[in-house]
């Protein structure tokens, strides 16, 4: 049988439509192929990748060492559940401590489940370290967050698509405007509050990017008032945002050097998950010291698949790739000199009003209203012109290419981005 081009795409895209559920509203371009910053449609037309399974796949489409530690594990051991011992997930464990400077990690599979994960021991510290009253802990959260789907977590989004009618909502949480170290103070003066959980950038409501201070100032008044900072850096963490996490602040080794220390929001918990295995298998974690940690006994919290050999092995692949391809000073060089050039336009139009972000996490917002349609045109020109990104919330779209792009890659794409926007001019 012979399908003409629109046909072959519109027949994989009307059989999501006919037998799965609804619960997403892709671009219509149909994916058969990635490698590097591109990836190929069903009728071999060739795009730059400029979403990045929202910053799962930093290290690139198929990366050819994660790749194969995933295939050679696959090959002698995939699960044993965590109801015996394996050879890889110690040395795993070994290793992500030794990478992120923590005493002790968390194994789990999906970014939510890690936010759960840090929700639970947050609750378990206050009641037992703390001193919190029985049933009383609060966690403070901040407005316009992005932290997962499960019933605790959309239980204190503000998002009115990720939570009505999924109620009754999961009690024990108190929201603040972003941002906002004031009220962050004034939260943390209530009873009760275990820890503070925070994204360094809020990638999903936007790419707002806080003051630089924030992050620190948190981390200092979390002190203070003896809670958890807790963050959630499984979108902005491992290069994205030209630091190995966005809490490292000024710097971009891919170490804890001495002038980290001076910039570095440390939290008590670390939350990573997407790019933590190059996006090739689902592998997210929370860090800790044991202070924190050893809150968690035998039979109190897991997960079957969580820290299984296949993970372990991809991850620290994965984590390998970022510190080989210098994938941190990549994104915080090509990201200043993105948001330069795409500034350098802006000052020429009245279509785009800003670009904003950190690294190559950016997003520009176009200027017209939230719920106009024009991103979402802007998003299918781009597809056409060859380079694919996705709107979020309403006429924002967020630019999070690979971070192995090269200069020469990024000015053709730069390019794309710019004629595209003046065809809406
Ligand atoms: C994607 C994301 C999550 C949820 O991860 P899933 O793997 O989709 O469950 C949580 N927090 C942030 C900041 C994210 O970007």
Known sequence: ?????????????????????????????????????????????????????????????????????????????????????????????????????FDKVLPMNTGAEAVETAIKIARKWAYEKKGVEEHAAKIIVCENNFHGRTTTIISFSNDEDARKNFGPYTPGFIKIPYNDTAALEKALQEENVAGFLVEPIQGEAGVFTPNDDFMRASRELCNKYNALFIADEIQTGIARTG???????????????????????????????????????????????NEVMNVIKPGQHGSTFGGNPVAAAVAMAALEVVKDEKLIQNARALGSYFRAEINKYIATTDTVTLVRGKGLLNAIVINDTEDSKTAWNICLRLRDNGLLAKPTHGNIIRFAPPLVMTKEQLDECIAIIINTLKEFE
């Open 1 to 101: 049988m012979s399908m003409n081009k629109e046909s072959k795409a519109q027949h994989f895209i009307d059989l999501e439509d006919k037998h799965g559920a609804h619960n997403y509203h892709p671009l219509p371009v149909v994916l058969e192929k990635g490698e590097g910053v591109y990836v190929w449609d069903v009728d071999g037309k060739r795009y730059y990748d400029f979403l990045s399974a929202y910053s799962a796949v930093n290290q690139g489409h198929c990366h050819p060492a994660i790749v194969n530690a995933m295939n050679e594990q696959a090959q002698t051991l995939t699960l044993t559940s965590r109801a015996f011992h394996n050879d890889k997930l110690g040395q795993y464990e070994k290793y992500m401590t030794e990478y992120f400077k």
């Open 243 to 289: 630091g190995l996490l966005a809490v490292c602040g000024d710097c971009s080794c891919d170490a804890h050097c001495e002038r980290q220390e001076a910039t570095y929001a440390r939290p008590d918990m670390l939350i990573l998950g997407k790019a933590l295995s190059g996006g090739a298998y689902p592998v997210s974690a929370v860090l800790a010291d």
